[in-house]
């Protein structure tokens, strides 16, 4: 793709840049300190970089903006309780760099589309609203009161409230998720997409049907009390750094930890405690005790072999093994089940599909009996696959065998990615909530909310291409560059009449959209939020389900920000009138009264103002920790999933698309990635030497990348360097966002409809050497 002329805009560098050393052995450490410091200190003044760090995730401070990991008991909490990504992600936001009307008036959307996302990040934050009228090719300023009457007259003109569609991304409080998804449907419209339809949709899916409930049923006691830990399909060190301690935790109690990945990420081979005097001089914590290299995809077939082998190791031993008293009380299915896993198993199938030996598999399952309390923890490396769902779900199996869901020290643990998406969800921001959830709505607000179901974020996409969808607006994210099939996706979004993004900061969905494009800028969760009734603060639930208060210490970025309650309060009034019976003035002014209202619709937040004002907040109950299992049956259900792996024709190989350790989602911080030993540029394909030598092809090579997919387009990636590194066989990795492009938008899994980042077959087509 060539690029128009950018005077002074940074392009991505090509993968020729990249310079590489070989990847980290062990994660955190007196490095990650250094790095986090030297990071904050280059975006924001001494006195902002202490404001923020010194109120990250302690009570009455920030609720880090990182990930949903969650916080220990308040007694417990460290003076520094965060992570080097933790700090780098709040300073990103506490910046000191600013974007007025003149930035925009040198810039034009074309030259804003063809830069860096780099780039676009590092020009600071956004200040005042801006518009891009049809035909131009400049944003101009723009007064709220204009901005917020252009939207309500654009959604008023819609033949039906259908053509618009409302998208959260997971940093969204829940009182502005609870205002937005209660704006949708009194406008009278489910389509609410998020980011959680790319993310943990496969987990909530899958967790639903076996348990009833779509959301993990372990605390952080339970994963320091485990006797065993299998993560799978996760990079802790980068992603979900705190876990490392609680890993650690577990470790120095004498459990045992064992990790599934194509790729030996740093943070799971070894940790270095920064927060402890031998993180800083010793060797570091040896995490996992046994790592399993996967190929992608093979997780269902590693469960069904497992479960096996606990059939098998029952019928040795009956009685030993499975927990038949919990299987026949709270569960369905097994019998059925059990025959069905019989019957379908090969072994010469799961090794084909794991790459795995019989002996590792074997190992892994002597653990397993060994053990009475199992933690199951996995992300992206299990939900974003076709067969995300069965995978899940397989998983669930083994822990229903032994009867060890909702025990102590047990459990299945999807570990959430933005820090309130769990948040966002139980706030009903949701394309299909069920109808218990409308009708509570509707009676606490005397409307009647749309009963059929909205569009998820792929089908958002395939509706803007069909120009079903006309009006587009985003509560946070970066949509074009975080969906599938990048060139489809910036294709359909051009069609909207109308494209509104409420940001912190610039990214590419604000210069690739609509014919009338709308920035507006808001608040971020590290800044004093200043309402009629006084000092406002958020609440958010973490991973875990605990929900607590957030409260910001830093002066806004401008004195024009609104916050995103206000905005969409204001939006909500000004499109609506008084057709609902909602306070939305009342609601700008004290957020206080938007939680009284949550306390009567949400289930489980009952005196919500109250609770939320303890130090640490509350914990949302569980029933599934209750023995409580709330299916149409009222029992687990056993799942009866039919084996499949991923393949690629003779010459292709299967890529994942991953986060490096310096960058949030669809936003790089910089073009490295120490622990995997990338410098440079993030245009690298890791590639296991075996399969460079099979192509033909050498480390230092330059390709393009051509994926697969039975619809005739083709997809292509330019000018990526081979980087040889040991990943599992047959199976690459290259860093999202920049070959979403690559990942065609109905390739999705099923049930979900999850995109498969982590499942493309693709072709490497080799450049002519640079001369
Ligand atoms: N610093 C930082 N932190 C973040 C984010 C960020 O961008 N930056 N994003 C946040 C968000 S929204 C999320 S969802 C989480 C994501 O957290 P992760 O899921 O850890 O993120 P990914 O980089 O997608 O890494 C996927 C991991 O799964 C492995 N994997 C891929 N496919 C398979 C497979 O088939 N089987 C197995 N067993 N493993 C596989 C990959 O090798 C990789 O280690 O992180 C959150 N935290
Ligand atoms: N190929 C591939 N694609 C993926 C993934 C993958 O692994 N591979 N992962 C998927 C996953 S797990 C996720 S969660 C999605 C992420 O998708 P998104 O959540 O849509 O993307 P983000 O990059 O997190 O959004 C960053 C933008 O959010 C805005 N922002 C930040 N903080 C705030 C705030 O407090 N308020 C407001 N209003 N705006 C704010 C800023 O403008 C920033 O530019 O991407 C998905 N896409
Ligand atoms: S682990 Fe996640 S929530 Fe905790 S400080 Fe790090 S980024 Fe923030
Ligand atoms: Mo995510």
Request: aromatic share 6%; net charge negative; proline share 6%.
């Amino acid at each position: 793709m060539k690029r128009p002329p950018t005077d002074d805009l940074a392009e991505e560098p090509t993968g020729d840049r990249a310079e590489v050393t070989p990847p980290k052995t062990w994660a955190a450490g007196v490095p990650a300190v250094t790095h986090a410091l030297s990071y904050a200190l280059a975006e924001a003044s001494p006195q902002t970089t202490g404001k923020t760090l010194l109120h990250l995730n302690q009570v009455g401070g920030i609720d880090c903006p990182g990930c949903a990991w969650p916080d220990p008991d308040p007694g417990h909490r460290t003076k520094n309780e965060y992570c080097e990504n933790g700090a780098k992600h709040v300073n990103d936001e506490a910046t000191g760099r600013r974007i007025t009307a003149d930035f925009f008036r040198r810039h034009s959307v074309a030259q804003l589309a063809a830069a860096s996302d780099q780039w676009l990040n590092q020009q600071g934050r956004l200040t005042e609203p801006m518009v891009k009228r049809p035909g131009a090719d400049h944003y101009e300023p723009i007064s709220w009161h204009d901005a917020l009457g252009l939207i309500a007259t654009e959604l008023q003109a819609l033949d039906t409230p259908d053509e618009a569609a409302f998208y959260t991304s997971g940093r969204a409080s829940n009182e502005a998720a609870f205002v937005l998804q209660l704006f949708a449907r009194a406008f009278g419209t489910n389509n609410l997409p998020d980011c959680s339809n790319m993310c943990h949709e496969s987990s909530g899916a899958a967790l639903h049907a076996s348990l009833g409930t779509g959301k993990g049923n372990v605390s952080l006691a339970d994963l320091h009390h485990a006797d065993l830990i299998i993560t799978l399909g996760q990079n802790p060190g980068t992603n979900h750094p705190r876990m490392l301690s609680a890993l650690e935790e577990n470790k120095r109690r004498g459990g045992r930890i064992v990790a599934v990945n194509p790729l030996p990420e740093a943070g799971l081979l070894r940790f270095k405690n920064p927060q402890k005097p031998r993180g800083v001089i010793g060797q570091g914590v040896q995490i996992a005790d046994d790592f399993l290299q996967i190929r992608l995809g093979g997780d269902l077939a590693l469960f069904q072999a497992l479960n096996v082998l606990l059939l098998e190791a029952e019928d040795t031993a009956p009685g030993t093994v499975l927990d038949r008293e919990f299987i026949e009380t709270h569960t369905n299915g097994f019998a059925e089940y059990a025959a069905h896993l019989r019957a379908g198993f090969s072994w010469p199938e799961v090794l084909e599909a794991t790459g795995l030996t019989r002996y590792q598999i074997e190992q892994l399952a002597g653990l397993v009996l060994r053990s009475e309390r199992i933690v199951l923890c996995w992300a992206m490396g299990l939900t974003q696959h076709r067969h995300a769902v069965p995978t899940i779900r397989e998983a669930v199996n083994l822990l229903l065998m032994r009867g060890i869901v909702g025990k102590p020290g047990a459990g299945a643990c999807p570990v959430r990615g933005h820090s309130n998406v769990q948040g966002d969800r139980t706030m009903g921001v949701w394309e299909k909530m069920p109808q218990e959830f409308l009708d509570d709505l509707g009676r606490e607000f005397s409307f009647t909310p749309p009963a059929e179901h909205g569009l998820d974020t792929v089908d958002t996409i395939r509706a803007m291409r069909e120009d079903r969808i006309k009006v587009f607006l985003a509560l946070a994210g970066n949509f074009v560059r975080a969906t599938p099939d990048s060139r489809a996706t910036e294709e359909a979004m051009r069609r909207c009449r109308l494209t509104v993004q409420i940001s912190t900061k610039l990214n590419r969905s604000h210069a690739v959209c609509g014919d009338t494009a709308l920035i507006l800028p808001t608040l971020g969760r590290s800044e004093r939020d200043r309402q009629a009734s006084g000092e406002q603060f958020v609440t958010v639930e973490d991973s875990m389900s605990a929900v607590h208060a957030s409260y910001g210490h830093v002066e806004p970025a401008s004195a024009l920000l609104l916050s995103e309650v206000a905005i969409l309060s204001r939006l909500a009034r000004r499109t609506l009138g008084d057709r609902v019976d909602v306070p939305w003035e009342g609601f700008e002014q004290d957020y206080g009264v938007i939680r009284d209202r949550i306390a009567r619709v949400v289930p489980g937040f009952e005196n919500f103002n109250l609770r939320v004002a303890k130090p640490g907040g509350f914990t949302l109950p569980n029933p599934v920790n209750e023995g409580v299992f709330p299916t149409p049956s009222g029992k687990a259900e056993f799942s009866r999933n039919d084996f499949t792996m991923l393949t690629a024709p003779e010459g292709h190989l299967i890529l994942q698309t991953i986060r490096s350790h310096d960058q949030w989602n669809t936003v790089p911080y910089t073009n490295n990635d120490r622990y995997r030993g990338i410098h440079g540029s993030r245009r690298v394909v890791l590639i296991n030497r075996a399969d460079l030598d099979a192509l033909g092809l050498a480390d230092g090579d330059r390709v393009d990348l051509v994926s697969v997919w039975d619809d005739g387009v083709e997809r292509r990636a330019e000018d990526f360097r081979l980087v040889g590194y040991p990943t599992a066989r047959g199976c690459v990795a290259t860093y999202f966002p920049e070959t979403n492009v690559l990942v065609p938008l109905d390739s999705v899994a099923a049930v979900s409809n999850t995109p498969t980042s982590k499942g493309v077959v693709v072709r490497l087509e080799p450049l002519p050497a640079a001369s």
